[in-house]
């Protein structure tokens, strides 16, 4: 079965650090990733994606995601936070073959990073 | 251009009483799909359209929930009637073509059941 893990519930970064929110999928044949992000009181916004091609996925917000088949991870990174970046963030995967399109959603983590 | 468009922001219903949600999707995207989003989780998908067709509602529960998509455009969720595990977030989406994968997310409407 298709699942996502996102195994830390809460992420608390320094601005100006570097920040990374994990993301781990199960999923048969060649994953398609995904990273969201939830500010309070609005809707999910689209981050960035994989599909193929370089492993190193860049997207909005100076976000960044690297994929690595191996470890069947998706990490989101930033090299420095902002406070404006404290939000929920999550991770879906879709099965390549899903005729049905269908994205997996990870529970999130929500981001806090401090002044 | 304007946003994905839910309403009510807010609904607080006793149980059994019946609630809609109403959706207005971004110009042009003919694919639209609700969610339903519990605290502390992920959305989980209720149904997907295409156009005026309905081609994913496999998780939707049938016996209390139903939705539709007059031509295509607008939507309506229906809970006929509401129980106190219906409390949650529900999301409206759309996107440009299904196979792409990027959502446009309304701001959801959240369900209280008293």
């Known amino acids: 079965a298709q699942s996502v893990a996102q195994p830390e519930d809460q992420v608390n970064v320094a601005e100006g650090n570097p920040l990374t929110v994990k993301c781990t999928y199960s999923?048969?044949?060649?994953?398609?990733l995904f990273w969201y992000v939830q500010y309070p009181n609005r809707g999910l916004q689209f981050l960035l994606k994989?599909?193929?091609?370089d492993n190193l996925v860049k997207g909005s917000y100076g976000f960044e995601a690297e994929f690595n088949k191996s470890q069947t991870s998706f990490h989101l990174k930033k090299p420095s936070a902002l406070v404006s970046d404290s939000a929920l963030y999550f991770c879906?995967?879709?099965?390549?073959?899903?005729?049905?399109?269908?994205?997996?959603w990870g529970a999130g983590t929500k981001l806090i990073i401090k002044p | 251009e304007a946003g994905v468009v839910q309403s009510p922001r807010y609904k607080i219903i006793e149980k059994k009483q019946p609630v809609a949600f109403w959706c207005n999707p971004i110009?042009?995207?003919?694919?639209l799909y609700w969610y339903l989003q519990n605290l502390g989780q992920g959305p989980e998908l209720l149904i997907r359209?295409?156009?005026?067709?309905?081609?994913?509602d496999s998780q939707l529960p049938k016996d209390r929930f139903s939705a539709e998509r007059l031509k295509g455009v607008d939507s309506t969720l229906k809970i006929q009637p509401a129980e106190l595990g219906d409390s949650a977030v529900y999301l409206c989406?759309?996107?440009?073509?299904?196979?792409?994968?990027?959502?446009?997310f309304g701001e959801g409407s959240r369900l209280t059941v008293l």
């Open positions: 989406a759309s996107s440009y073509r299904t196979s792409s994968g990027e959502l446009f």
């Open positions: 110009s042009g995207h003919n694919t």
């Open positions: 359209y295409e156009n005026e067709e309905a081609v994913d």
């Open positions: 999923v048969s044949g060649n994953p398609y």
């Open positions: 994989y599909i193929t091609g």
């Open positions: 879906a995967v879709r099965a390549p073959m899903d005729s049905n399109y269908q994205l997996i």
